[in-house]
Protein backbone atom coordinates (compact mmCIF):
# COMPACT_ATOMS: atom_id res chain seq x y z
CA UNK A 1 0.00 0.00 0.00
CA UNK A 2 1.10 3.54 -0.50
CA UNK A 3 2.17 5.94 2.53
CA UNK A 4 3.37 9.77 2.40
CA UNK A 5 5.26 10.77 4.82
CA UNK A 6 6.53 14.85 5.93
CA UNK A 7 8.69 16.08 8.20
CA UNK A 8 8.65 17.87 9.98
CA UNK A 9 5.52 17.88 11.98
CA UNK A 10 5.42 21.10 13.25
CA UNK A 11 7.97 24.10 12.87
CA UNK A 12 8.92 27.46 14.51
CA UNK A 13 11.24 29.82 12.46
CA UNK A 14 11.95 33.05 12.53
CA UNK A 15 11.46 35.84 9.89
CA UNK A 16 14.30 36.05 7.63
CA UNK A 17 15.14 32.38 8.30
CA UNK A 18 15.47 29.87 5.01
CA UNK A 19 13.28 27.07 4.85
CA UNK A 20 13.14 23.00 3.90
CA UNK A 21 10.11 21.03 4.33
CA UNK A 22 10.58 17.08 2.53
CA UNK A 23 7.89 14.90 1.78
CA UNK A 24 8.27 11.08 0.23
CA UNK A 25 5.95 8.84 -1.20
CA UNK A 26 6.43 4.91 -0.94
CA UNK A 27 4.83 1.72 -2.70
CA UNK A 28 3.85 3.59 -6.28
CA UNK A 29 5.77 5.09 -8.91
CA UNK A 30 6.11 8.29 -10.83
CA UNK A 31 3.32 9.63 -8.68
CA UNK A 32 1.96 13.53 -9.45
CA UNK A 33 2.85 15.51 -6.39
CA UNK A 34 1.14 18.30 -4.36
CA UNK A 35 2.34 20.96 -2.11
CA UNK A 36 -0.66 22.76 -0.66
CA UNK A 37 -1.10 25.25 2.07
CA UNK A 38 -3.87 25.63 4.16
CA UNK A 39 -4.33 29.26 6.44
CA UNK A 40 -6.15 28.66 9.89
CA UNK A 41 -9.54 27.43 9.66
CA UNK A 42 -9.07 28.17 5.87
CA UNK A 43 -9.33 26.35 2.37
CA UNK A 44 -6.67 24.60 0.07
CA UNK A 45 -4.13 26.70 -1.30
CA UNK A 46 -2.34 24.39 -4.34
CA UNK A 47 1.01 25.96 -4.24
CA UNK A 48 3.31 23.86 -6.40
CA UNK A 49 2.40 20.49 -8.09
CA UNK A 50 4.77 18.08 -10.49
CA UNK A 51 4.15 14.99 -12.88
CA UNK A 52 7.58 14.14 -13.02
CA UNK A 53 11.30 15.00 -11.67
CA UNK A 54 12.30 17.83 -12.30
CA UNK A 55 8.79 19.19 -13.90
CA UNK A 56 7.57 21.66 -11.33
CA UNK A 57 4.57 24.20 -11.34
CA UNK A 58 3.99 26.79 -9.68
CA UNK A 59 0.27 28.16 -9.22
CA UNK A 60 1.41 30.67 -6.54
CA UNK A 61 4.21 33.41 -7.82
CA UNK A 62 6.18 34.23 -3.92
CA UNK A 63 8.82 33.35 -2.00
CA UNK A 64 8.58 29.51 -1.93
CA UNK A 65 9.71 27.04 -4.44
CA UNK A 66 9.92 23.22 -5.08
CA UNK A 67 11.78 20.90 -6.09
CA UNK A 68 11.73 17.03 -7.35
CA UNK A 69 15.30 15.61 -6.99
CA UNK A 70 13.97 11.85 -6.86
CA UNK A 71 10.62 9.96 -8.37
CA UNK A 72 9.12 9.63 -4.95
CA UNK A 73 10.72 12.91 -2.87
CA UNK A 74 8.84 16.56 -2.77
CA UNK A 75 10.89 19.41 -1.42
CA UNK A 76 9.39 22.84 -0.64
CA UNK A 77 11.97 25.88 -0.11
CA UNK A 78 12.27 28.89 0.79
CA UNK A 79 15.44 31.58 1.17
CA UNK A 80 13.82 34.20 3.19
CA UNK A 81 10.57 33.67 5.27
CA UNK A 82 7.82 35.92 5.60
CA UNK A 83 5.40 36.07 8.74
CA UNK A 84 2.32 35.27 6.21
CA UNK A 85 4.32 32.29 5.46
CA UNK A 86 2.80 30.69 8.41
CA UNK A 87 0.06 27.99 7.84
CA UNK A 88 -0.49 24.12 7.60
CA UNK A 89 1.57 22.93 4.77
CA UNK A 90 0.35 19.40 3.19
CA UNK A 91 1.73 17.51 0.60
CA UNK A 92 0.05 15.49 -1.67
CA UNK A 93 0.51 12.55 -4.39
CA UNK A 94 -1.64 11.45 -7.05
CA UNK A 95 -3.12 8.93 -9.09
CA UNK A 96 -5.27 9.93 -11.93
CA UNK A 97 -7.82 12.66 -10.27
CA UNK A 98 -7.22 11.41 -7.14
CA UNK A 99 -5.30 12.63 -4.43
CA UNK A 100 -3.82 11.77 -1.15
CA UNK A 101 -2.29 13.65 1.73
CA UNK A 102 -0.10 13.56 4.39
CA UNK A 103 -0.06 14.21 8.12
CA UNK A 104 0.89 17.76 7.30
CA UNK A 105 3.88 20.72 8.35
CA UNK A 106 2.74 23.55 10.87
CA UNK A 107 5.07 26.25 10.12
CA UNK A 108 4.88 28.77 12.28
CA UNK A 109 6.88 32.28 11.48
CA UNK A 110 7.97 34.64 14.40
CA UNK B 1 -15.75 29.73 -14.08
CA UNK B 2 -12.99 27.36 -12.49
CA UNK B 3 -14.51 27.95 -9.42
CA UNK B 4 -16.40 25.46 -6.86
CA UNK B 5 -19.13 27.16 -4.33
CA UNK B 6 -19.39 25.26 -0.96
CA UNK B 7 -22.26 26.01 1.53
CA UNK B 8 -22.67 26.42 4.17
CA UNK B 9 -19.92 27.71 5.98
CA UNK B 10 -20.27 26.13 9.13
CA UNK B 11 -22.90 23.45 10.10
CA UNK B 12 -24.44 22.03 13.64
CA UNK B 13 -26.27 18.91 13.78
CA UNK B 14 -28.07 16.72 16.10
CA UNK B 15 -26.54 13.36 16.42
CA UNK B 16 -28.81 10.77 14.27
CA UNK B 17 -29.44 13.90 11.59
CA UNK B 18 -28.85 14.47 8.47
CA UNK B 19 -26.09 17.13 7.44
CA UNK B 20 -26.45 18.11 3.81
CA UNK B 21 -23.38 20.43 2.39
CA UNK B 22 -23.87 21.32 -1.03
CA UNK B 23 -21.37 22.59 -3.63
CA UNK B 24 -22.36 24.28 -7.31
CA UNK B 25 -19.90 24.71 -10.26
CA UNK B 26 -20.01 27.13 -13.62
CA UNK B 27 -17.21 25.05 -15.76
CA UNK B 28 -19.02 22.03 -17.94
CA UNK B 29 -16.08 20.17 -18.36
CA UNK B 30 -15.64 19.35 -14.73
CA UNK B 31 -16.24 15.78 -15.06
CA UNK B 32 -15.55 14.58 -11.35
CA UNK B 33 -16.38 15.16 -7.92
CA UNK B 34 -14.74 14.50 -4.93
CA UNK B 35 -15.53 14.91 -1.13
CA UNK B 36 -12.59 14.77 1.72
CA UNK B 37 -12.74 14.72 5.00
CA UNK B 38 -10.43 17.04 7.23
CA UNK B 39 -10.37 16.24 11.17
CA UNK B 40 -7.98 18.96 13.00
CA UNK B 41 -4.25 18.83 12.56
CA UNK B 42 -4.50 16.10 9.94
CA UNK B 43 -4.44 16.08 5.90
CA UNK B 44 -7.86 15.56 4.48
CA UNK B 45 -8.71 12.43 3.27
CA UNK B 46 -11.08 11.20 0.36
CA UNK B 47 -14.11 10.42 1.41
CA UNK B 48 -16.39 9.62 -1.97
CA UNK B 49 -16.30 11.15 -5.95
CA UNK B 50 -18.63 10.78 -8.28
CA UNK B 51 -18.77 11.36 -12.15
CA UNK B 52 -21.47 13.17 -13.82
CA UNK B 53 -22.70 9.62 -15.31
CA UNK B 54 -24.90 9.19 -12.46
CA UNK B 55 -27.12 10.90 -10.05
CA UNK B 56 -25.95 9.23 -7.09
CA UNK B 57 -23.41 7.30 -5.01
CA UNK B 58 -23.44 5.80 -1.61
CA UNK B 59 -20.72 4.59 0.35
CA UNK B 60 -21.62 3.55 3.85
CA UNK B 61 -23.79 6.44 5.23
CA UNK B 62 -22.13 9.07 3.32
CA UNK B 63 -24.18 10.09 -0.22
CA UNK B 64 -23.18 11.93 -3.13
CA UNK B 65 -26.47 13.27 -5.18
CA UNK B 66 -25.21 14.87 -8.17
CA UNK B 67 -28.00 16.96 -10.07
CA UNK B 68 -25.79 18.06 -13.92
CA UNK B 69 -28.61 20.26 -15.04
CA UNK B 70 -28.13 22.21 -11.78
CA UNK B 71 -24.58 21.84 -11.62
CA UNK B 72 -24.46 20.91 -8.38
CA UNK B 73 -23.56 18.12 -5.81
CA UNK B 74 -23.95 17.71 -2.11
CA UNK B 75 -22.86 15.32 0.34
CA UNK B 76 -25.40 13.84 3.00
CA UNK B 77 -24.63 11.57 6.18
CA UNK B 78 -27.00 9.76 7.34
CA UNK B 79 -27.19 8.69 11.21
CA UNK B 80 -24.74 11.56 12.04
CA UNK B 81 -22.21 10.74 14.77
CA UNK B 82 -20.42 13.02 16.97
CA UNK B 83 -17.15 11.75 15.28
CA UNK B 84 -18.20 12.76 11.95
CA UNK B 85 -17.35 16.57 13.46
CA UNK B 86 -14.93 17.62 10.62
CA UNK B 87 -14.40 19.77 7.65
CA UNK B 88 -15.22 18.98 4.70
CA UNK B 89 -14.22 19.68 1.28
CA UNK B 90 -15.50 19.31 -2.27
CA UNK B 91 -13.61 19.65 -5.09
CA UNK B 92 -14.44 19.11 -8.97
CA UNK B 93 -11.79 18.57 -11.70
CA UNK B 94 -10.93 18.09 -15.68
CA UNK B 95 -10.48 15.44 -17.21
CA UNK B 96 -6.46 15.36 -18.22
CA UNK B 97 -5.82 18.37 -15.86
CA UNK B 98 -3.87 17.19 -12.39
CA UNK B 99 -5.78 19.93 -10.50
CA UNK B 100 -8.33 19.68 -8.46
CA UNK B 101 -10.73 23.13 -7.72
CA UNK B 102 -11.51 22.96 -4.31
CA UNK B 103 -14.22 24.38 -2.32
CA UNK B 104 -14.05 26.64 0.48
CA UNK B 105 -15.15 23.88 3.24
CA UNK B 106 -17.55 23.26 5.96
CA UNK B 107 -17.06 22.82 9.25
CA UNK B 108 -19.74 20.22 10.40
CA UNK B 109 -20.18 20.12 14.05
CA UNK B 110 -22.57 16.53 15.41
CA UNK B 111 -23.99 17.51 19.06
CA UNK B 112 -23.93 14.03 20.96
Avoid at chain 1, 1 to 11: C, E, M, N, Y
Avoid at chain 1, 27 to 36: D, H
Avoid at chain 2, 80 to 96: K, L, V
Wanted: charged letters at 15%.
Amino acid sequence: SQTIHQWPATLVQPVGSPLSLECTVEGTSNPNLYWYRQAAGRGLQLLFYSVGIGQISSEVPQNLSASRPQDRQFILSSKKLLLSDSGFYLCAWGFWREQYFGPGTRLTVT
Amino acid sequence: QQQVKQSPQSLIVQKGGIPIINCAYENTAFDYFPWYQQFPGKGPALLIAIRPDVSEKKEGRFTISFNKSAKQFSLHIMDSQPGDSATYFCAASIYSNYQLIWGAGTKLIIKP
